[in-house]
């Protein structure tokens, strides 16, 4: 099971962060991943899920310097129809490691990949989907995956539950699940109402035992129907190194 806050705890929880605080408010919704298995699917989806991380919970080290490495890089998710969404990446040592170079890094190390999609564009003129270029309007995106094995996965993965409940309320329905070694995040908003939309950005987030080799076209969102595939950073396969979505 994994929560998601509400508003007012959301609210709360940004307040915190300001120079002046605003009055507890301690209420909270507790909502499942899968409120029901009334399919087979459903009940296969929540066999299979993985306990999902809070991005916000968590405080990461340096991040992985070089374009090569994507560090903090923008790149479009795009398929033959156009851009669908700018992927923003990097990759992070974990806190207290002011450096984050892999060639000196000690053994053991483990590095989080960030992932932050934004359907439709960030709207940054100088990158990525911007003014002036063929964009759609994202009406439903319903996943965000990888079309690689993640190699080195520890079996942590997660996303911000807050911007998953500011981009579709106390309904967002967020399952990480292994397919064949690739990871799979799937967001569910029901019928009708929010949805993750145009303009919405989600960050998501996975780690690994092994560094970036560099930036690769292995990410994918689905949105409307529709598949679009951007590059950001991914690790190279290593002999004996285990992947968990495939322990």
């Excluded at 994994?2 to 605080?21: E, I, M, Y």
């Amino acid at each position: 099971m994994r929560v998601l806050f509400t508003a007012s705890a959301l609210a709360l929880a940004l307040a915190a962060c300001s120079a002046d605080p605003a009055p507890a408010d301690t209420e909270r919704q507790e909502v499942t991943d899968l409120n029901s298995a009334d399919t087979d699917g459903k009940a296969g989806a929540m066999a299979k899920a993985l306990t999902a991380g809070d991005m916000t919970e968590f405080t990461l080290g340096a991040h992985v310097a070089g374009e090569d490495k994507a560090e903090g890089t923008t790149r479009p998710m795009k398929n033959e129809a156009g851009n669908f969404a700018d992927l923003r990446s990097y990759v992070a040592c974990p806190k207290g490691m002011t450096t984050c170079d892999p060639k000196t890094a000690p053994a053991g190390t483990v590095y989080t990949y960030v992932l932050v999609v934004y359907p439709g564009g960030d709207n940054r003129g100088d990158r990525g989907v911007a003014a002036g270029n063929t964009v759609s309007d994202i009406e439903r995106g319903t996943s965000f995956r990888t079309v690689h094995p993640v190699h080195g996965f520890t079996g942590n993965a997660g996303y911000a539950k807050p911007e998953a409940l500011a981009a579709i309320g106390p309904k967002a329905d967020v399952v990480i699940t292994c397919d064949a070694g690739k990871l799979v995040w799937t967001v569910s908003a029901g019928d009708g109402g929010d949805q993750w939309e145009q303009k919405e950005p989600l960050t998501f987030y996975w780690q690994s035992t092994l560094p970036p080799a560099g930036a690769m076209n292995y990410y994918a969102f689905d949105a409307d129907g529709t598949e679009a595939i951007g590059s950001g950073p991914y690790p190279a396969a290593k002999d004996g190194v285990r992947n968990a979505c495939l322990s």
